[in-house]
């Protein structure tokens, strides 16, 4: 009797959650973000020499979010509505805390990415985007080598991000400016 009353409620409560996003007119990022890319995206990733093996980390980023989030699909450049190019243009790193020996103990990370989105039909455009990232560092070379790989994962996975915000305010502008 329990499980069905409190099924019933997590129902009636996501029905309700529902029902209040329809009505103040809700909608998703990736029906803006329509507005800004083509169905069909190519994507482009300039490998850094600083940096090559990261290339990949963001090519497939990249290819995940424009699948998952903008829905529209990978294919040849020469076949592709869109072009997305992406290239990471450095990392600086600077010391944040110390321990009682002077040893760094905790640093920022600041990644530097480039977006650009050119369309074949219609108005691309260009995003600078740069994101930080703090972490704790070990004594440990090989550990801190580790670290500052995954500190720069982090920082491009947050630029990947801004990128698919401001793509879809993008889209939210390209919108208005067709409803008037």
């Known amino acids: 009797m329990k499980k069905s009353f409190i099924k019933k409620g997590i129902f009636a409560g996501a029905m309700a959650v529902l029902i209040f996003l329809a009505g103040c007119g809700y909608k998703p ?15 482009n990733v300039i490998v850094a020499p600083d940096e090559p093996e990261n290339a990949v980390y963001v090519k497939d980023a990249l290819h995940r979010m424009v699948i998952t989030r903008f829905g529209g699909r990978i294919v040849p450049k020469a076949q592709a509505e869109s072009v997305i190019t992406a290239s990471y243009n450095g990392t600086s790193f600077s010391p944040v ?75 939210v502008l390209r919108e208005e400016k067709t409803k008037k």
């Open 29 to 43: 990022s990736t029906h803006y973000t329509q507005n800004v890319f083509d169905d069909t995206v190519y994507v």
């Open 97 to 171: 805390s110390y321990d009682s020996n002077g040893y760094i103990t905790r640093y920022r990370a600041t990644i530097r990415m480039q977006f650009r989105l050119d369309r074949k039909k219609g108005k691309g455009f260009r995003r600078n985007i740069s994101s930080t990232v703090e972490e704790n560092i070990g004594a440990s070379s090989t550990l801190s080598s580790a670290l500052r790989i995954q500190a720069i994962r982090v920082g491009m996975a947050r630029a990947l991000d801004q990128f698919l915000a401001y793509a879809a305010a993008e889209g």
